[in-house]
């Protein structure tokens, strides 16, 4: 069952004139960058009581999360890509369901995943691993993953502007009525994508990456009603401090971007041990992964398919890091191809270079830094 905001106008009418008092809402009201109209996410009931959220695509919001209604209150996983979308989520949580946001999961420290942790005051846990709360303390959120997909937003904005000068020359000098409106219906979707990036760059102007407020560095277990809720870390993986959120009565995970029904980003991996941490992932009870990005899925097959692909992708980039070999040339002759039956994306030999760099620069910082003595 997807439920979007706006099958929930009702109770979002109702309850926005007596918001409960220790929601996570402050008085200065939606943070900059919420500059949107309809809904900005969509919630499909996985089981019982438990959503996964992903955006419609109105406003930014980075990774999907997850939604976890217990008796007296709601458990979120992840607070999204910025200060905008955690206080979207949580206005349309809260209208769905009446209840109040009191506990947060960051699956990791990615900006997609934790940017949001600003809007939540002292008394919300907002829970994570040890590692989670140093790299975003310390500004890490805004390393290589973040300059790679945010980092280039002013160019893209300066782009669309030029486009848009373009067009309107178009739509001005046209000689018929079918140029014009062809270029004017241009002009429409780009005037249309360039506010939306406009409002998502200033959400991104708004953030001060924040840590979560409890952290854990095996395991917790939160115990809300009747619900179970196991918060586990298995080792490293997609980073230094991936959390798996286990409902084991309802044999539910939910898995950030450690796992996913495609391929992950790996710029910030470590696909050795990544291998391993999957392992323990496969022996946990389940039925329903709920991924960071992508739709839920069944079974276990998907985290065989992935441990071969990190098994292949490590062993073939090392061969060419051990020729003398650039990551950037690595990265274009590596050829994944045989994988393409579990990931159709792959048509073409060549992969991402940040995934081989970073294999790269573990295999260098693991070589020794004096030659061994005979």
């Known amino acids: 069952m997807r439920i979007s905001r706006a099958s929930a ?16 809402q402050t008085d200065a009201g939606p943070p900059p960058g919420s500059d949107f109209e309809s809904t900005a996410f969509e919630f499909e009931e996985v089981v019982p009581g438990v959503y ?58 990615h900006f997609d995943h934790a940017h949001g942790n600003q809007i939540y005051p002292d008394d919300v846990h907002v829970i994570g691993h040890e590692v989670t709360r140093e790299m975003l303390e310390s500004g890490a959120s805004l390393g290589r993953s973040y300059e790679l997909f945010v980092g280039r937003l002013p160019d893209q ?30 002009l429409a979707a780009f005037e249309s994508r360039l506010a939306y990036t406009r409002n998502y760059a200033a959400g991104q102007d708004a953030l001060v990456p924040k840590g979560p407020n409890t952290t854990l ?57 990544w291998v391993e941490t999957l392992e323990h992932v496969k022996a946990l009870d389940f039925d329903w992964v709920l991924p960071g990005h992508g739709d839920p899925f069944q079974g276990k097959e998907r985290i065989t398919y992935q441990q071969d692909y990190m098994r292949d992708l490590q062993a073939r980039a090392a061969g060419f890091h051990a020729q003398g070999m650039s990551y950037e040339e690595a990265a274009a002759q590596i050829d994944m191809t045989d994988h393409a039956e579990h990931y159709p994306q792959i048509r073409f030999p060549g992969v991402p270079a940040v995934a081989v760099q970073r294999v790269f620069e573990l295999l260098d910082d693991s070589l020794p830094s004096t030659p061994p003595t005979m």
């Open 52 to 109: 996964h959220a992903r955006g419609t695509g109105a406003l930014s919001v980075g990774s999907h999360g997850a939604v976890i209604v217990n008796e007296d209150d709601v458990l979120l996983v992840e607070s999204h890509i910025s200060p905008a979308a955690a206080y979207a989520v949580v206005e349309e949580i809260e209208a769905l369901t009446g209840k109040p946001v009191r506990y947060v999961v960051n699956t990791h420290y």
């Open 217 to 273: 560095s095996q395991r917790m277990t939160l115990f809300r009603g009747d619900r179970e809720i196991r918060i586990l870390f298995f080792g490293r993986g997609h980073t230094g401090g991936d959390v798996v959120v286990h409902l084991p009565q309802e044999r539910v995970i939910v898995t950030g971007d450690l796992l996913l029904p495609g391929l992950p980003y790996m710029g910030d991996g470590y696909l050795a041990e």
């Open 9 to 24: 106008l009702v109770p979002l009418f109702i309850l926005a004139g007596c918001q409960p008092s220790d929601a996570p």
């Open 157 to 186: 904005i300066a782009v669309m502007e030029s486009r848009i000068e373009g067009l309107q020359r178009a739509v001005d000098e046209a000689e018929d009525e079918a140029a014009r409106a062809e270029a004017a219906d241009l």
